[in-house]
């Protein structure tokens, strides 16, 4: 399943130790949005490693879930659709 993750933090530090963090997930796209691939196993493993990262009465982060068919029905200007991950690595 697709996960958006959308964050609003305004300190800086915190800010990039969560991009830092998502860059492991998924894909940024956007300066304050990652798309992220992951089962419902790993988004709540997700979920609970970035309530450590931020300051709940400070920042704002939303976890969006996205079904395969709205995916298929994303429209886009400029960039690329969604990308799940290769299912493997050429090392």
Same mark, same amino acid.
Do not use: H
């Given at each position: 399943?697709?996960? $958006?993750?959308?964050?609003?933090? /305004? ?6 130790? $969560?991009?830092?963090? &998502? ?7 956007? $300066? ?20 450590? $990262? ?20 994303? &429209? ?9 991950? /290769? ?5």
């Amino acid at each position: 399943m697709l996960v $958006l993750v959308v964050y609003d933090i /305004p300190n800086d530090r915190r800010r990039t130790n $969560l991009s830092n963090f &998502l860059e492991g997930y998924g894909r940024r796209v956007q $300066l304050s949005v990652f798309e992220c691939f992951l089962s419902l196993d790993e988004m709540r493993e997700l979920y609970e490693k970035v309530k450590k $990262l931020v300051k709940p009465v400070e920042d704002d982060v939303r976890f969006y879930w996205i079904s395969q068919e709205a995916v298929s029905r994303v &429209l886009i200007i400029g960039g690329s659709g969604p990308q799940p991950p /290769p299912n493997y690595y050429v090392i």
